[in-house]
């Protein structure tokens, strides 16, 4: 059984090259896109460029009918890499067309399978189209609720009216990276590397494969030979208090050599100071620690759900959220005899078992059909 970790689009291939490059272990990865230039270049060990007889390798300019039609035709490959998948982890932009649609399907199949399956998105930059940020709630909403799901917001890009390009590039640059340590500390997870510190937590629980939505998520990080777990330097930053008051889940990762002296509890008290009260803190520690230097992650973000929930009675804020009901898995892709993919929504209104709780109906539209075939059939 393997590990896969699947850059999905241009967004997603950069944040998985990153994590190639700064991980001592970067096994599992793959690159897909439906663009030559993106899949070819990336560092990815395995690499899928999607339906290259359809557009000759050119993508499919930010068509979703186009990039359904993409993904249809590769069912079989995204069958075959999820066959012995232990876990799954997809990281995409989720307004742009190919690397959403291969997180929707793909994420769908794994969950029909019971693979443990994590999304890292990044929902639009605000300057993006109305149609993209639509798009991109339309993908949120359709990804299985069984998958947990990370929304990392791209980073503000300039204040200036002309941008300096390069001080752009290094920008997003800086935030892809930022989210590869993530990538890197979900893969020791999944290796069974980095294992909760939290006094009394289960070796085999992973904070990352408790289904749920965690958006506006935040990530810092501090790395020295020898870093004072109890101050590090970005808690005192504004960055970090803007997003730690809106926060109630905080992971936080601590890679240090040496044996455990008591800076579980130093550091735990020091985040109580800056988190609200009802934040849910998980420590993470790399168990093989690379001795050099001290590293500190911090990810907080606010849980959310896909669906209205029911306002539930107060409850104790020092005990852990209840774990979420397990949803009956089903079939929720399937193929057509034209080899076509068929969404969940759709295919259970053929009495196929795979439904949501509630469509995603948006201006009397259902968004979990997609445009093409919403259009095809008005
Ligand atoms: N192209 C691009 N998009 C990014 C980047 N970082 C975040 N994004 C977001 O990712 C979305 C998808 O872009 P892209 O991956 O190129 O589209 P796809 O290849 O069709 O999936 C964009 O609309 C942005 O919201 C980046 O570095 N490059
Ligand atoms: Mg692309």
């Given at each position: ?162 941008p300096d390009v390069a001080a752009v590039r290094r920008g997003?640059r ?205």
């Open positions: 059984m393997s590990v896969r970790i699947v850059g999905a689009g241009a967004a997603g291939i950069n944040v998985v090259d990153e994590w190639i490059l700064l991980s001592d272990c970067p096994t599992g990865s793959l690159a897909c896109d439906g663009e030559a230039s993106s899949v070819d270049g990336s560092l990815a060990s395995q690499k899928l460029l999607l339906a290259p007889d359809i557009t000759g390798g050119l993508g499919c300019f930010g068509s979703r009918d186009l990039a359904w039609r993409m993904v249809g035709q590769e069912n079989q490959q995204l069958e075959e890499l999820l066959k012995d998948c232990s876990r799954l982890l997809i990281v995409t932009g989720l307004a742009g067309a190919t690397g959403a649609t291969v997180a929707e399907v793909l994420s769908l199949k794994a969950v029909e399978r019971e693979i443990p399956t994590t999304v890292f998105a990044f929902p639009p930059f605000p300057f993006e189209t109305e149609e993209r940020q639509e798009a991109a709630e339309a993908t949120r909403d359709a990804l299985p609720a069984e998958a947990s799901l990370f929304l990392f917001p791209p980073p503000p890009l300039s204040e200036e009216p002309i997003l800086a935030f892809q990276s930022a989210l590869a340590q993530w990538v890197d500390v979900w893969s020791g997870m999944a290796r069974g590397v980095v294992l909760p510190a939290n006094p009394g937590a289960e070796a085999e629980s992973s904070r990352f494969t408790v289904a749920g939505v965690i958006e506006d998520c935040h990530v810092f990080s501090e790395a020295r030979a020898r870093l004072d777990l109890s101050l590090p330097g970005f808690l005192e930053g504004s960055g970090f208090r803007q997003a730690a008051e809106k926060a109630d889940r905080c992971l936080a990762y601590i890679e240090a050599g040496g044996e455990d002296s008591g800076w579980k509890e130093e550091l735990g008290e020091r985040l109580r100071e800056f988190l609200p009260k009802r934040t849910r803190l998980d420590l993470l520690r790399r168990t093989e620690a690379r001795p050099t230097e001290t590293r500190l992650l911090l990810l907080v973000g606010r849980a959310a759900s896909r669906h209205p929930t029911p306002v539930c009675p107060e409850r104790d804020e020092e005990r852990p959220a209840p774990e979420p009901a397990r949803i009956p898995l089903r079939p929720c892709v399937f193929p057509e005899p034209e080899g076509r993919l068929v969404p969940a929504s759709q295919a259970s209104q053929d009495g196929t078992p795979f439904a949501k709780t509630a469509a995603t109906l948006h201006k009397g539209q259902n968004l979990d059909i997609p445009a093409f075939r919403r259009r095809s059939r008005s």
